[in-house]
Nanobody, 117 residues
Framework: VQLQASGGGLVQAGGSLRLSCKAQ???????????VAWYRQTPGKQRDVVAS???????NYADAVKGRFTISRDNARKMVYLQMNSLRPEDTATYYC?????????WGQGTQVTVSS
C-alpha cells in the first residue's frame, strides 16, 4: 500500500496550492494512523517533515512554513491535505505524505511543487 500525493504544480511566488494525499487502497488499519505528515525533498537533500497532524487534529509545523501552510485530515475519507499559501521559491520540492514516524513501505511518488520568483 502506498500513499499517493497529488495537487502539485507550477505557481508564482505568493500563490497557493492545495495538496491531497490518499491511500491507494482504503484499508482502515493502514491509513488511520495516529499521526500523518507531509514531507518534502529537494535533489541531494534529505526528506524533511513539513507538517504533521494527529488523529485528533493536533498539528505541528516546521518553522519555515508556520503561518503559511495548513495541514488537515478527513479520517472518514482517509485523506490528508496541505493548504499552502504565500508560496516562496524555497518551497520548491517534491512533497510526500506518510505516517509519522515514517513507514518506508508507504512512500509514494510524491507531487512536484515548483514556485517561480
Amino acid at each position: 500500500v502506498q500513499l499517493q500525493a497529488s495537487g502539485g504544480g507550477l505557481v508564482q511566488a505568493g500563490g497557493s496550492l492545495r495538496l491531497s494525499c490518499k491511500a491507494q487502497r482504503a484499508i482502515t488499519s493502514v491509513f488511520n494512523p495516529e499521526t500523518v505528515a507531509w514531507y518534502r525533498q529537494t535533489p541531494g537533500k534529505q526528506r524533511d517533515v513539513v507538517a504533521s497532524i494527529t488523529r485528533l487534529s493536533t498539528t505541528n509545523y516546521a518553522d519555515a512554513v508556520k503561518g503559511r501552510f495548513t495541514i488537515s485530515r478527513d479520517n472518514a475519507r482517509k485523506m490528508v491535505y496541505l493548504q499552502m499559501n504565500s508560496l516562496r521559491p524555497e518551497d520548491t520540492a517534491t512533497y510526500y505524505c506518510n505516517t509519522y514516524p515514517e513507514a518506508s513501505w508507504l512512500w509514494g511518488q510524491g507531487t512536484q511543487v515548483t514556485v517561480s520568483s
